[in-house]
């Protein structure tokens, strides 16, 4: 049997809080930091799109299957929730939901080490000021 780890199909839930809702200024969504896409000569569209394509490489890269997960055949889906402070480094992650406690810990350590190798993001925007932004981030696991 093939192991297969998907990570994500960026449709990230985002939600932005701490900031009265404005359009004045407009609104930018945090995005993984690589210094390829944000050299991009394109919209902030174009810079995301590449980011995260770079964030799903990054996990790819870096989630490991639970072994006693895999051991027992569990697969499914590991909802984790995080905040990408203003600094653009990752704060409060928290398990939404995950087929086992084991998958919930690799999807959390895979953002941590974000954080320790300085992987930061680029912060999220409204009215011109960086905020801090609520993510929930899927993680796929798949024998």
């Known amino acids: 049997m093939k192991l297969v780890i998907t990570s994500l199909l960026l449709t990230l839930t985002m939600t932005l809080f701490g900031q009265a809702e404005s359009q004045k200024g407009g609104e930018e969504l945090p995005r993984f930091y690589t210094a390829t896409c944000e050299s991009l000569a394109g919209s902030s569209m174009d810079k995301m799109q590449c980011a995260n394509q770079a964030l799903m490489q990054f996990i790819i890269d870096n989630l490991k299957y639970p ?43 895979v953002l941590n080490l974000m954080n320790e190798q300085n992987q930061n ?21 798949k024998l």
């Open 67 to 109: 072994k006693a997960a895999k051991d027992a055949k569990i697969e499914g889906t590991a909802m984790v929730k995080f905040v990408v402070s203003k600094a653009g480094i990752i704060k409060d992650i928290e398990v939404n939901e995950a087929p086992s406690p084991e998958m919930g810990a690799a999807a959390v350590s």
């Open 121 to 141: 993001w680029v912060a999220g925007v409204v009215d011109g000021q960086k905020v801090d932004v609520q993510l929930m981030l899927p993680f796929k696991f």
